[in-house]
């Protein structure tokens, strides 16, 4: 079983995944666009619900 990472936000009051996008947790949390993150550092920053650029070339042989 993977446990993902939590920190607790002193914004929002509530306990992030860390394994997100700053984007999307900030959606889930109802953060404004102008909000100042205290956990931005922390986020993997990497939006895994959209192709990424190496999976582009999966079919074609390269890897």
């Not at 997100?20 to 956990?39: I, M, N, S, W, Y």
């Amino acid at each position: 079983m993977f446990d993902s990472p939590l920190a607790p936000c002193p914004v929002c009051g509530e306990m992030v995944l860390l394994d997100q996008t700053k984007a999307e947790c900030a959606h889930e949390h109802k953060c404004g666009k102008k909000t100042v993150c205290p956990l931005q550092r922390y986020f993997s920053g990497i939006d895994f619900s959209v192709p990424q650029p190496k999976e582009k070339f999966s079919d074609t042989g390269f890897r």
